[in-house]
């Protein structure tokens, strides 16, 4: 089955400056790739999500890039802000939104210092 | 708009007991889909429900069943409870399979 790793575990940036969160995935028939924001206590909330037939994807200060043939992807938050902190997930799925289930990374804990 | 909504926020139960999950997904939406997140992980897909049946399920034992009711919203059965089983149970309501998926605040199980 499909298995994504992601790096780093653990990102500390100064306010204002910008977080690139990386992940891979083995399943060369994956086409859909969410990134989820989890705040302590709550749900993972979907903040940005790209397809296979799109290379990049930008929303406001959050842009997902994806290399589909080194099957990477990444998330990059420019202007980080205090609230941005949080536990971010990369995921990913062979069907769609996930009609086979998503596939999560471990989770990148994103600490923002004032 | 409401959101996916689940129910209860917490529950503890002993080894061998048998709990159940809800979840209300979000208006509009005909698609339930539940995971487990273990502390400091990702969450695992468990299985999902479209049109009252189970469509894909991950690798997890019979012990873990569902329900999809007539208005979409769904239950997670869990039997004969185990210490690992104790975690945070996610629900995700999607429209259609294949649409995205936006989940609830979950359910908190502690397995005593």
């Known amino acids: ?114 | 708009d409401a959101g996916v909504t689940q129910s209860p926020t917490h529950l503890i139960k002993t080894r061998g007991q048998q709990v159940t999950l809800r979840c209300s997904p979000k208006s509009g939406h005909d698609t339930v889909s539940w995971y487990q997140q273990a502390l400091g992980q990702g969450p695992q897909f468990i299985f999902q429900y479209y049109e009252e049946e189970e469509r894909q399920r991950g690798n997890f034992p019979d012990r873990f069943s569902g329900h999809q009711f007539p208005n979409y919203s769904s239950e997670l059965n869990v039997n004969a409870l185990l210490l690992g089983d104790s975690a945070l149970y996610l629900c995700a309501s999607s429209f259609s399979e294949y649409g995205t998926q936006y989940f609830g605040p979950g359910t908190r199980l502690t397995v005593l």
């Open chain 1, 1 to 114: 089955g499909e298995n994504v790793e992601q790096h780093p575990s653990t990102l500390s940036v100064q306010e204002g400056d910008s977080a690139v969160i990386k992940c891979t995935y083995s399943d060369s028939a994956s086409n859909y790739f969410p990134w989820y924001k989890q705040e302590l206590g709550k749900g993972p909330q979907l903040i940005i999500d790209i397809r296979s037939n799109v290379g990049e994807k930008k929303d406001q200060r959050i842009a997902v890039t994806l290399n589909k043939t080194a099957k990477h992807f990444s998330l990059h938050i420019t202007e980080t802000q205090p609230e941005d902190s949080a536990v971010y997930f990369c995921a990913a799925s062979t069907r769609g939104g996930g009609a086979d289930g998503l596939t999560f990374g471990k989770g990148t804990h994103l600490i923002i210092q004032p």
